[in-house]
């Protein structure tokens, strides 16, 4: 009883009350419309590195050899990402230098649709002639760059482990 009574004389503070309420659930009504609206432009991409192993053709080979390194971006977005590079990096100065085939042009740029995937490769003698003057601790990066600028960004390791890995599958 008391309560209702003290809502009779307080019918000022209630409205308040409820009109703050409605408030904080108009804002999350936006909120999440917005976020609604928003997913079919969503832009995602996973990058992968994997090691390319090829079996020797010769009689007495036992053992597979290091062909080189394979980069990987998987569209997992629902709209086409447009990348213009796909590789390799390695960060100094807090910088991303971008690695090339010296003696043959990669093909980097594509567009790859939802769930699509996209690879380039690079051979063990390109990586050895390329990374010799590196530092062993270097750190090495899966790296990928899009027609908007957006970096993809994946640590593969450093470039002294990478040497000696492929070294001991050579």
Do not use: Q
């Amino acid at each position: 009883m008391n309560i209702i009574e003290w809502c009779n004389s307080n019918n000022g503070f209630l409205t308040g009350v409820l009109s703050l309420l409605t408030l904080v659930v108009s804002i999350i009504a936006v909120i999440v419309s917005i976020r609604t609206a928003r997913l079919p432009y969503k832009k995602k991409a996973i990058l992968s590195s994997s090691f390319m192993l090829g079996m020797v053709t010769e009689p007495f080979a036992s053992k597979p050899m290091a062909l080189g390194l394979e980069a990987g971006i998987t569209n997992l977005g629902n709209r086409a990402i447009h990348i213009t590079y796909l590789g390799y990096a390695i960060k100094k100065d807090r910088k991303y230098y971008r690695m090339y085939p010296i003696n043959r042009a990669i093909e980097c740029k594509k567009t790859i649709a939802p769930t699509e995937i996209m690879t380039v490769s690079f051979m063990t003698d390109e990586l050895v002639k390329g990374l010799a003057n590196e530092p062993a601790d270097a750190k090495l990066f899966v790296y990928a760059v899009d027609s908007e600028n957006k970096e993809y960004i994946r640590r593969a390791g450093t470039v002294g482990k990478l040497l000696e890995n492929l070294c001991k599958a050579r």
